[in-house]
């Protein structure tokens, strides 16, 4: 593909399938105000890149050339994006994909012998040239309290996409033969019924599907407080209860709304970031499937304090329940009058656009995203300027993590400083925990700052079958592993910090002495090489070194010897952390350089 327009036709059904998103195509003698002219609206690219690929399985050149010639975009950079995202394939494949998860907390709840035996002697059903269905590997799918966890991905007509876990050989074989699984169930609470829980209260016990009952279980109470505080109040109480992001920076969330809010430029954009990719993670999800009206109220509520009149809100790619109960969740609150011209009759005007990832951890990143939202390829941005003074679209923006938008609904409705009241001083409120890996319960677990990390790990029922703990990967292939002689952490922004860890996005992989690490460190160098995007050099060479030196010191095939290895291994990690230019190169060393200094693998230590 270059630059000249692709001379293949569409086929019908592609083409129907992107007029279905775009409206027809004009045609000559169609005034212009009889059809929607979408040429130049290239942040229609992903959605129509969707379109095409859940109803054919893939972008042929003629779809990708049709989608081209409407959107007005080069097909050179349209090609850019399509083969930017995991989810899209570009060249023919079968109908059906089973992706599997082969990411970290799934291996250690013994994904490999799922793969072992699929990669033995699975034949995907034949039929034809190509067969109709096959498998793939997957990183983390967000479901590792599921783990083993999949996701079928069937296209078509009637396009089928769910997650599935824990899996079996079995039950991945079926979902390959019948191109669907059966309903998942619930998500059920390990905490249920905790009278103390805030930001999961409603989870199992109001239905997610209805408007009435999230209101009758206290839904929509912070937005009718935030209305009467007015946006300044609402800044106030934010600031007040100095809650700051979850999605791993831990910026203060009232003085990002509060940047916004005076920015002279406008509009101003409020987005939400619900990518949730780092591997082990599944707290948004969980949120988003069980409670999303809170997400939509709390999207609201922002836009309300910074003046903002449009939000989207970027779901991951993975994650089909999550967008679906959203979906049905912002066409109930706009019927209700919850979203549109005039809130509850008071005059304010907000509405949230779903967009949808295609399998890129780095559009998790707020300038990544921004792109990726506006059509071009999810590759982050130089920062300064800071997105609340250009961000989504060049304009102030303020971008929150799921989580952080529900803990505002909290704050508003509790008041910032009896909101900061709980926790410690240095980090308020209330945190979700995902527990995963060989933990009794695993599952999302909230629990205020500063409890303890054993305690924690003690209210998910301990380390699975008694058995002794080896380590805790904590924060995510983002993180560090903690040891048994650092267990007792409290679970703080500053505490973590002291000891080398992070909080990041709350993962907390409990592993036994069964479990080899090295295959882990393996694999999430594996995961760092394959997300770069490839922008800076210290990044894209410096994660494949990484996973280069990770594997041979793992074959033990060192060149020289492992010391000279683990030097060199070290002072890689250093240039990524220097020189890269986002969070990605910054961290993609830190948990396997923690394994290496902490827990000894390579010399002697745990393998
Ligand atoms: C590689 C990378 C991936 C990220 N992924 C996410 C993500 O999935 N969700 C998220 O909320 N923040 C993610 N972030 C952090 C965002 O850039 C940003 O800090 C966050 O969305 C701000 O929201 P908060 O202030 O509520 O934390 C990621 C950052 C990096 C560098
Ligand atoms: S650090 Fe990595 S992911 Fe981030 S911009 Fe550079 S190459 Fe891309
Ligand atoms: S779902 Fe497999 S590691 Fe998260």
Same mark, same amino acid.
């Given at each position: 593909?270059?630059?000249?327009?692709?001379?293949?036709?569409?086929?019908?059904?592609?083409?129907?399938?992107?007029?279905? $998103?775009?409206?027809?195509?004009?045609?000559?003698?169609? $005034?212009?105000?009889?059809?929607?002219?979408?040429?130049?609206?290239?942040?229609?690219?992903?959605?129509?890149?969707?379109?095409?690929?859940?109803?054919?399985?893939?972008?042929?050149?003629?779809?990708?050339?049709?989608?081209?010639?409407? $959107?007005?975009?080069?097909?050179?950079?349209?090609?850019?994006?399509?083969?930017?995202?995991?989810?899209?394939? !570009?060249?023919?494949?079968?109908?059906?994909?089973?992706?599997?998860?082969?990411?970290?907390?799934?291996?250690?709840?013994?994904?490999?012998?799922?793969?072992?035996?699929?990669?033995?002697?699975?034949?995907?059903?034949?039929?034809?040239? =190509?067969?109709?269905?096959?498998?793939?590997?997957?990183?983390?799918?967000?479901?590792?309290?599921?783990?083993?966890?999949?996701?079928?991905?069937?296209?078509?007509?009637?396009?089928?996409?769910?997650?599935?876990?824990?899996?079996?050989?079995?039950?991945?074989?079926?979902?390959?033969?019948?191109?669907?699984?059966?309903?998942?169930?619930?998500?059920?609470?390990?905490?249920?019924?905790?009278?103390?829980?805030?930001?999961?209260?409603?989870?199992?016990?109001?239905?997610?599907?209805?408007?009435?009952?999230?209101?009758?279980?206290?839904?929509?109470?912070?937005?009718?407080?935030? =209305?009467?505080?007015?946006?300044?109040?609402?800044?106030?109480?934010?600031?007040?209860?100095?809650?700051?992001?979850?999605?791993?920076?831990?910026?203060?969330?009232?003085?990002?709304?509060?940047?916004?809010?005076?920015?002279?430029?406008?509009?101003?954009?409020?987005?939400?970031?619900?990518?949730?990719?780092?591997?082990?993670?599944?707290?948004?999800?969980?949120?988003?499937? *069980?409670?999303?009206?809170?997400?939509?109220?709390?999207?609201?509520?922002?836009?309300?304090?910074?003046?903002?009149?449009?939000?989207?809100?970027?779901?991951?790619?993975?994650?089909?329940?999550?967008?679906?109960?959203?979906?049905?969740?912002?066409?109930?609150?706009?019927?209700?009058?919850?979203?549109?011209?005039?809130? $509850?009759?008071?005059?304010?005007?907000?509405?949230?656009?779903?967009?949808?990832?295609?399998?890129?951890?780095?559009?998790?990143?707020?300038?990544?995203?921004?792109?990726?939202?506006?059509?071009?390829?999810?590759?982050?941005?130089?920062?300064?300027?800071?997105?609340?003074?250009?961000?989504?679209?060049?304009?102030?923006?303020?971008?929150?993590?799921? *989580?952080?938008?529900?803990?505002?609904?909290?704050?508003?409705?509790?008041?910032?400083?009896?909101?900061?009241?709980?926790?410690?001083?240095?980090?308020?409120?209330?945190?979700?925990?995902?527990?995963?890996?060989?933990?009794?319960?695993?599952?999302?677990?909230?629990?205020?700052?500063?409890?303890?990390?054993?305690?924690?790990?003690?209210?998910?029922?301990?380390?699975?079958?008694?058995?002794?703990?080896?380590?805790? =990967? !904590?924060?995510?292939?983002?993180?560090?592993?903690?040891?048994?002689?650092?267990?007792?952490?409290?679970?703080?922004?500053?505490?973590?910090?002291?000891?080398?860890?992070?909080?990041?996005?709350?993962?907390?992989?409990?592993?036994?002495?069964?479990?080899?690490?090295?295959?882990?460190?393996?694999?999430?160098?594996?995961?760092?090489?394959?997300?770069?995007?490839?922008?800076?050099?210290?990044?894209?060479?410096?994660?494949?070194?990484?996973?280069?030196?990770?594997?041979?010191?793992?074959? *033990?095939?060192?060149?020289?010897?492992?010391?000279?290895?683990?030097?060199? =291994?070290?002072?890689?990690?250093?240039?990524?952390?220097?020189?890269?230019?986002?969070?990605?190169?910054?961290?993609?060393?830190?948990?396997?350089?923690?394994?290496?200094?902490?827990?000894?693998?390579?010399?002697?230590?745990?393998?």
């Amino acid at each position: 593909v270059d630059l000249h327009p692709i001379q293949t036709p569409p086929s019908d059904e592609e083409q129907r399938a992107v007029d279905a $998103l775009l409206g027809p195509e004009p045609r000559e003698d169609d $005034l212009p105000s009889a059809v929607a002219d979408v040429r130049g609206q290239r942040h229609l690219l992903l959605p129509a890149l969707h379109a095409v690929q859940s109803r054919m399985g893939w972008v042929s050149p003629g779809a990708l050339g049709y989608i081209c010639k409407r $959107l007005g975009a080069p097909p050179a950079e349209a090609f850019g994006v399509a083969s930017f995202y995991a989810l899209f394939a !570009l060249s023919r494949r079968p109908p059906t994909v089973v992706h599997v998860c082969d990411d970290i907390a799934c291996k250690a709840a013994g994904a490999d012998s799922v793969l072992a035996a699929l990669e033995r002697g699975h034949n995907p059903v034949a039929g034809g040239a =190509l067969p109709e269905s096959t498998w793939m590997r997957s990183p983390c799918l967000g479901m590792c309290e599921r783990a083993p966890a999949a996701m079928v991905v069937s296209a078509g007509p009637e396009p089928f996409e769910r997650a599935f876990g824990p899996v079996t050989i079995e039950s991945v074989e079926q979902a390959i033969l019948r191109h669907r699984v059966d309903e998942q169930p619930r998500t059920v609470l390990p905490q249920a019924g905790d009278p103390g829980l805030r930001l999961l209260r409603r989870v199992g016990r109001a239905d997610p599907s209805r408007l009435d009952d999230y209101r009758a279980h206290g839904g929509y109470e912070a937005l009718r407080r935030a =209305l009467d505080l007015g946006p300044s109040g609402v800044l106030r109480e934010m600031n007040d209860s100095k809650l700051v992001g979850r999605g791993g920076a831990a910026f203060p969330t009232g003085r990002k709304w509060e940047a916004v809010s005076q920015a002279p430029v406008r509009p101003h954009y409020v987005v939400c970031n619900a990518d949730e990719s780092e591997p082990g993670t599944f707290k948004d999800r969980i949120l988003m499937e *069980e409670d999303p009206f809170a997400v939509v109220e709390a999207m609201t509520l922002a836009g309300f304090a910074t003046g903002s009149e449009r939000g989207f809100l970027y779901v991951r790619g993975e994650y089909p329940l999550a967008t679906d109960r959203l979906d049905s969740a912002i066409a109930q609150a706009r019927t209700r009058g919850y979203l549109g011209p005039d809130i $509850l009759g008071r005059g304010v005007r907000f509405d949230i656009e779903i967009r949808r990832g295609a399998g890129a951890y780095i559009c998790g990143e707020e300038t990544a995203l921004f792109n990726s939202i506006e059509g071009f390829r999810g590759e982050p941005r130089n920062k300064p300027p800071f997105p609340v003074a250009v961000g989504l679209f060049g304009k102030p923006t303020s971008v929150n993590n799921v *989580e952080t938008l529900v803990s505002s609904l909290d704050v508003i409705a509790s008041g910032g400083l009896a909101y900061a009241a709980l926790g410690t001083p240095g980090s308020t409120g209330t945190k979700l925990f995902c527990l995963s890996g060989r933990v009794a319960r695993p599952g999302l677990y909230e629990v205020p700052f500063g409890t303890r990390l054993d305690a924690l790990i003690a209210l998910a029922g301990g380390v699975a079958g008694g058995r002794p703990l080896q380590a805790v =990967l !904590l924060g995510g292939a983002a993180g560090a592993f903690v040891t048994p002689a650092e267990i007792s952490v409290p679970l703080t922004f500053e505490d973590t910090r002291r000891i080398g860890a992070t909080l990041g996005s709350g993962v907390v992989m409990v592993l036994d002495d069964t479990v080899p690490i090295v295959p882990l460190l393996q694999r999430m160098a594996a995961f760092f090489r394959d997300e770069s995007c490839g922008q800076c050099v210290p990044c894209r060479v410096g994660t494949v070194r990484q996973e280069e030196l990770v594997t041979r010191l793992a074959q *033990e095939r060192s060149l020289g010897s492992p010391a000279v290895e683990l030097v060199l =291994l070290k002072e890689l990690g250093q240039a990524m952390r220097d020189a890269s230019i986002c969070g990605l190169g910054q961290t993609a060393s830190s948990a396997i350089e923690s394994a290496v200094t902490k827990l000894k693998v390579f010399q002697g230590g745990p393998p």
